[in-house]
């Protein structure tokens, strides 16, 4: 059995120290300890156990977590597709209704998308030659599929404002 180089108390502090950083998942704290302390078996064991312990405790919450991704997506204007890819990245299987608070989950993604859509391309109008408009109403579907968007939520804004 491998002899290891730490006490339980200097995994426990290291994850509190990365705590008060800034938030983290279970998976990405547990990451972090093993490039710190290492990778053998008896070493993962106990940086689970610590990090099991640490959401027992309240220290360490994924929910709390994918909250503040969320809000941060939000903020860079990503629609609620590109949200649940970004919560799928950092390890978490949360959609981005289970990760925020239920008095916020009524966020309008149609008015978010129209945000997104007047910041990008503003009051600029679509081309008059009919070849022309399809090649740019395809261009910023592209965008606002890119961001995240159901093209439920933006098509209406590609349509010709003029009767």
Same mark, same amino acid.
């Given at each position: 059995m491998?002899?290891v =180089?730490?006490k339980?108390a200097d995994?426990?502090?290291?994850a509190m120290d990365y705590?008060?950083?800034?938030e983290?998942?279970?998976d #990405?704290?547990v990451?972090k300890?093993?490039? !710190?302390f290492? !990778?053998?078996?008896? &070493?993962?064991?106990a940086i689970?156990? &610590?990090? *099991? *312990?640490l959401?027992? #405790?309240? %220290?360490? =919450?994924?929910?709390?977590f994918?909250s503040?991704v969320v809000r /941060?997506?939000? %903020?860079?204007? %990503?629609g +609620?597709? !590109?949200v649940?890819q &970004?919560?799928? #990245?950092?390890g978490? @299987?949360?959609? $981005?209704e /289970?990760?925020?608070?239920?008095a #916020?989950a *009524?966020i309008? $993604?149609?008015?978010?998308?129209?945000?997104?859509? @007047?910041?990008?391309?503003g =009051? =600029?109008?679509?081309?008059?030659?009919q070849?022309?408009?399809?090649?740019?109403?395809? !261009?910023?579907a592209?965008?606002?599929?890119?961001?995240?968007?159901?093209?439920?939520?933006f098509m209406?804004?590609?349509? *010709? +404002?003029s009767?």
């Amino acid at each position: 059995m491998a002899e290891v =180089s730490y006490k339980p108390a200097d995994l426990r502090r290291a994850a509190m120290d990365y705590l008060a950083r800034r938030e983290h998942s279970a998976d #990405e704290l547990v990451a972090k300890l093993k490039k !710190r302390f290492g !990778r053998d078996a008896v &070493t993962v064991q106990a940086i689970v156990a &610590t990090v *099991d *312990d640490l959401a027992r #405790e309240g %220290l360490q =919450s994924d929910i709390r977590f994918a909250s503040g991704v969320v809000r /941060q997506c939000l %903020l860079k204007g %990503l629609g +609620p597709r !590109r949200v649940d890819q &970004t919560l799928r #990245e950092k390890g978490l @299987s949360l959609r $981005w209704e /289970q990760a925020v608070d239920p008095a #916020e989950a *009524d966020i309008d $993604w149609f008015d978010v998308a129209e945000q997104v859509y @007047s910041k990008r391309f503003g =009051s =600029s109008e679509l081309p008059n030659q009919q070849a022309d408009r399809r090649k740019e109403q395809a !261009r910023r579907a592209r965008f606002m599929q890119y961001r995240g968007f159901d093209p439920d939520h933006f098509m209406h804004l590609l349509e *010709d +404002p003029s009767p």
